[in-house]
């Protein structure tokens, strides 16, 4: 499938790399990510190009699923699962959906999931974008810049250490929304 991937899009450039990104926000199981990395090794003077191309991609796709989730989400849910399973699901992506939405915008989760249930338990649209857009560009940028310093040399090190490192940093996300929320509730005593 990573063959396929490469074989189909890689041809297309900057077209390919955003139709990627849009159908990956969705539904397509191959991360962007593998492709971002093959058109910065091979022009690594557009990195940066590339990485806003998967950014915009990758927001339309997310804005796209959420959409969808919206829409068709809540009557396919209800075949599958029991109202009481849905409104528990619902009542803990109210409380942390910035939190959701950073983690799974940054780390290797499936951002597809997120942006779906996102639209089905109709999170705040507008904070839904933004904060989509602040965590998906962190992500394709540092990938383009190290990309764009580093070169060949660093393939080895996204390919073996990125989705450790950005899982961790999901983790310190997750911690640190926890000890703020903590902070807060105690500061306000």
């Known amino acids: 499938?990573?063959?396929?991937?490469?074989?189909?899009?890689?041809?297309?450039?900057?077209?390919?790399?955003?139709?990627?990104?849009?159908?990956?926000?969705?539904?397509?199981?191959?991360?962007?990510?593998?492709?971002?990395?093959?058109?910065?090794?091979?022009?690594?003077e557009l990195s940066l190009f590339f990485a806003l191309v998967t950014l915009v991609g990758s927001i339309l796709g997310g804005i796209f699923g959420y959409k969808l989730g919206q829409y068709l989400g809540l009557p396919i849910l209800k075949k599958m699962f029991s109202e009481k399973k849905i409104k528990t699901v619902h009542k803990y992506y109210e409380k942390y959906e910035t939190l959701a939405i950073a983690v799974a915008g940054f780390t290797p989760l499936p951002y597809k999931v997120f942006a779906v249930s996102a639209g089905v338990f109709y999170i705040n649209f507008k904070k839904f974008v933004v904060v989509s857009t602040i965590t998906r560009g962190a992500r394709f940028f540092l990938v383009a810049t190290l990309l764009m310093f580093y070169g060949e040399a660093i393939t080895g090190f996204i390919d073996e250490y990125f989705n450790t490192i950005t899982l961790a940093s999901g983790v310190l996300i997750v911690v640190g929304y926890f000890v703020y929320v903590k902070w807060i509730k105690n500061k306000k005593r």
């Open 1 to 44: 499938m990573l063959e396929w991937t490469k074989n189909t899009f890689e041809p297309l450039g900057a077209t390919g790399l955003f139709f990627l990104a849009f159908i990956e926000s969705i539904f397509f199981p191959i991360p962007v990510d593998f492709l971002l990395i093959v058109l910065c090794l091979a022009r690594p």
